[in-house]
């Protein structure tokens, strides 16, 4: 069947039992490994982070107006050189071939078909070049236009591994590189299955710490901390491509000032998902303060507990461009592969429309704080 | 058995276990099909606004005066041109025959039984002709006139198609148009069972929104925007009517005040019971605003969350001229059809008037925010 | 045996599950009828008030003062012209009988034991001179002085009436005269088990309130209204008695204020245990502003929710000069007759000196606002 | 096998159930009797201060810095005279012979292999000298050097026998003194087992404060009272020794400035783990008035609640300078003894530094309010 018909197809058989980003979560628990569903779901620590950023969403209230014309309106934004249908992208999440053999081939199909930038992980189970082709087979299959795909850079451990992976995600046409300096430390101990790698980078490069009761240095003097990135490293990456440049896990506005100084084309609010830091302030609570230190200079995304088109509402409201989604992919790919991730894409554009229009926004733009009430 | 002689057996036999709005709620649910259920109770999406409207109320504790003659107080109010016996209405609420086989017509006899104001339903089951009738005759049994009954309307898919409602309602003499506007947009997936259909409408004209995964256009562009009402239609509106015209579903301050420019007679301040957009802000915490934009140029109504007198002082005190009831009249029919409306509607007077007694007002007029403390 | 050889057995005889009040609560439920319980315990319609009572005590954190010497402190307190060893009061409760055969009898000699004053219900089960007596024999077995016994007056259906029940009281010597203004309106269900009973006044004068469905009137207009007590009945009161008079009810600053130019001699911030109006602000909420009213010019009791030594030292700091319990009586009593209402005041008082000492606190006047944090 | 092996092999065979304090928490109830349990977890009365000492920390969120080179950082401080590697101490807490036949013997241990001042209780259920000779045994072994022994002091009953704890302390070379005056009401019903007791004090010296109902004194007068240290005992106690002396139990700036005057070395923030008096703020929550007021005259410890490395974060950021651990301890000594003890420590450090280098803190010093943001 081609790509057009099992759409058609799914569109027909959807169950009703997948109605919305919270019914795949639900759903997605019976479909994946449970040491990796503990992995996908667990925040660090106690999870208070990860609660703090769905608690965030739970403190504004929507005031709609009433009776505008909205005919005319839609959801599309601009996001520097590139137009977005819908102010949404898949966040890069590492291995999609965890919960799905398809992998990220299936996941940007579904990116294809709904017109959404995905941003590819570092760690990607899938090779840049082979998600870029799968691209352009179901760009061509649907009659749709590739939509913005990106790279999530982890910086690696030499600038010559970093400069690889830049020059592969440019080899795969990437367009925009997104670089991630808020999870160098995080600690994670799962065993991926066999199968699923990080097959982007260099094996070797990948570094597991451990550390003994009686060492002297823990993490301070570590290999950790040796290579952690720092502003010259943000520096030198400036230099090592054209590509418009965002800095990902930024939660303080000096440092969001800082970065423009250092030509960052757009910035992420982002705590990881809760999965780095616990304890960590909820993205959303820390958006507004970081927004009104950077102003119209640079695009900002968020990501970090977004669910629902009304949670898209609130981001954009407190000064989000556009927003990113990162675990509802895994739940969706879990359930119904790329079928499942066109689906959830098209759920909260769905929403995210429906929220407009009753809010009587016909534009993006027209989305300011005055839409809500703090409760 | 004639209806006043129903009513004092009532009395004599209402069950211990209903003494407020919520024993009705808690009992209903063993009388409704249970799809039905779920339609009557939920909100949309996570019933976020649902909760809040609740919640809002307690916000706010009650601070009385003391020792202050009350005795010659009552609770009627004034309402445009009309005198309600108690500042409550039963708000407009689709098809009364999911709940029970006597429908509208019950819950019209009980209004007349109470004195109580009744917005029909532009989705009533019953004839606005045949309610009317009903009323009429409950009046004459009882020795009462008929209370204040109201249009409650949506915009259909040709304005002649609302003229005819609007006609309709003329022929019926109900004395008011509360055009609600919140709701357009609003999705329901429940089967009507046999014999329950929405008599006063073209049904050719009830359309149903789907949408494809690889449409291009969801909401916007679609024949719902396009058949959204706007301004010109409220300005159109006022000139099809002679009759006082509410507007239900504002929660903005400045569409208070821009209603008020185009002719409207009073405001319903409402979330729609949190049926429509989720998320939205409690009705309770956006009426302080909308009355501090308004002050005394309209009367204003409330709904969203009233189940007990306590709510009405706060209601009251917090801007409302009255408020309105929803759901408990659904409960109420489905336990005891016309007696259970009755029921309730004196339960919620007998609480009002005991609060007020208890507040020191002998007035409604006496209510104002001094009244309550915010906790 | 004597009361002093029995309160000895009892000391040593405490089971280790009662070491404080909320013990007694626990266990008192198996000790009384379940219709009794209710009675005792619920608060109005949803026990907003009665939670609110509670809550408001956790919204402060205690602050203590070190190293001081307190070695010579105590907590005794200046009442008007009355020493009170403590400041706890017995609150009025009605029919103590409820819940054991020797009922108000066993309360004052329990108060007679711990030097507590007790504030006998206009409805109580024994008769005034009774209850004097009995205060009589335990002093002179325990060779204490008899505390001060005070009248709660309700007023009744005519002066005449309310002129017996303080006349009767004066002939107890009973030494002051609490008017309890905000339980006019009071509901009660429960039926009087027999043997039980308001002795104290015409059971004739007893007033049943009930309306139907088609009545015109409810509360306004009927009995209720007509017989609710006023500020002119206030000034009548104060002219027929000697006594030092206090006002309980008392939750509004400006009720405060016009209290105190009527000739009263103190105030009563209380919300009757959240019995009454549910949705009453709590207690100890109101009190600030209440205290800032009216200053030093009268003393203030506060009752609702205090269940422990450290609950005193809040209502204390926050304006109250002594406060008085309820509902913990009634569960001291039922568990144990006098000794367990002998018990609880005896662990109240060891708590509270407990509290005090480590507050750095030596006498009652040094507790202040300072003492709390807001939490 | 030699303490360095031990601890080699309990690196290798940690059961991935502790990999956290709360997990040693967890874990420690089945290594312990059910009354010594209770007496370790229970704070006094209702635990509202235990509760309010965790729930404190949860009203701040991280708000990291990125980018910051934290290579050569550290987390080791200076405190007065003394180099701690880690800001954590091991609370003061009496028996560890409850939980461990090795008692202090295996805490102390674990203190210098992890290099961690410990406080030893003046209720040590190990002799002061032997708890010295089992820390230079360990750090022979382990080729360190042996960490601060301090001594914890409560005041006994003559100054004589307050003498002799002190030189005891002395003789056993410890290197300050924490004087608690915070704890000397608190009411314990622990019967403790045989082998366990206060071998460092004159049993006959301990006193057992009971009341009886007839009591004209109960707290006030008492012997308690009597003996209770006041600020004359400080004058006192400061000229008993030349060892830098702490005062601990300060939760109101106006004590913690009047300490300064009597010339106290250092303080410590805390409620005794909410142990004493219940309703006690929280002691983070009066932490920084507490350093507002004292500024940089002494150094600041703060105990209450700590469980994890971030706590501490938000400890330091709010004016400690470091951290006292209490229960945990013994929940750690309980289920591993000696290598407990040294896990949690390693834990507490990994997640101090892990939190400080993702914070972008490369000194302790440099973690501020600023660091956070209140929810």
Redesign the interface.
């Known amino acids: 069947m081609s790509h057009?018909h099992i759409?058609?197809a799914?569109?027909n058989h959807i169950p009703i039992t997948l109605q919305?980003l919270?019914d795949y979560e639900i759903t997605a628990q019976d479909f994946v490994r449970s040491d990796i569903w503990q992995y996908i779901q667990q925040g660090s620590?106690?999870n208070?982070?990860v609660a703090?950023n769905r608690r965030a969403f739970?403190d504004?209230?929507?005031?709609?107006?009433?009776?505008?014309?909205?005919?005319?309106?839609?959801?599309a934004v601009q996001i520097l050189n590139e137009t977005w249908q819908v102010p949404i992208a898949l966040a890069p999440v590492a291995y999609h071939g965890l919960v799905h053999p398809e992998a990220e081939l299936a996941t940007v199909r579904a990116a294809v078909?709904?017109q959404t930038p995905m941003v590819v992980s570092t760690l990607s189970s899938c090779r840049f070049q082979d998600i870029r082709l799968a691209a352009e087979a179901g760009a061509q299959e649907?009659k749709r236009p590739v939509p913005p795909l990106w790279l999530q850079l982890y910086s690696q451990a030499s600038q010559q591994q970093t400069q690889q992976v830049l020059q592969d995600a440019l080899d795969a046409q990437f367009s925009a590189v997104m670089w991630t300096?808020?999870a160098?430390?995080k600690?994670s101990s799962l065993a991926l299955p066999e199968g699923v790698s990080a097959v982007n980078i260099d094996a070797d490069a990948q570094y597991k710490h451990t550390?003994?009761?009686?060492d002297e240095q823990?993490?301070?003097?570590s290999w950790?901390?040796?290579h952690?990135?720092?502003?010259?490293?943000?520096a030198w990456l400036r230099e090592q491509t054209h590509l418009p440049l965002w800095?990902k896990?930024?939660?303080?506005p000096?440092?969001a000032k800082m970065a423009l100084e250092y030509g960052i084309d757009g910035l992420v609010v982002s705590n990881h998902g809760g999965r780095?830091?616990?304890?960590?302030?909820?993205s959303l609570?820390?958006l507004p303060e970081i927004k009104a230190a950077t102003g119209a200079a640079v695009p900002i995304l968020l990501d970090g507990g977004i669910r629902?088109g009304?949670d898209i509402?609130?981001a954009l409201a407190l000064g989000a461009d556009a927003v990113m989604i990162g675990r509802p992919q895994m739940h969706a790919l879990a359930v119904a592969g790329m079928l499942g991730v066109?689906?959830i894409l098209?759920l909260l554009?769905?929403?995210l429309?429906?929220?407009?229009?009753?809010?009587g926004c016909?534009q993006i733009k027209e989305i300011h704080s005055e839409c809500l009430?703090r409760?």
């Open positions: 057009s759409l058609q799914a569109l919305c919270r620590d106690q208070i982070s703090a739970d504004y209230g929507l005031r709609p107006r009433i009776l505008r014309d909205v005919h005319h309106g839609g959801v078909a709904m649907l300096v808020d160098h430390y600690r550390s003994h009761l009686l823990l993490v301070f003097g950790f901390t040796e952690a990135p720092t502003w010259d490293d943000l800095l896990g930024v939660s303080h000096e440092d780095v830091l616990d304890g960590m302030a909820a609570h820390v629902h009304t509402v609130k066109a689906h098209h554009r769905m929403e429309e429906l929220a407009l229009a009753q809010m016909a009430v409760w």
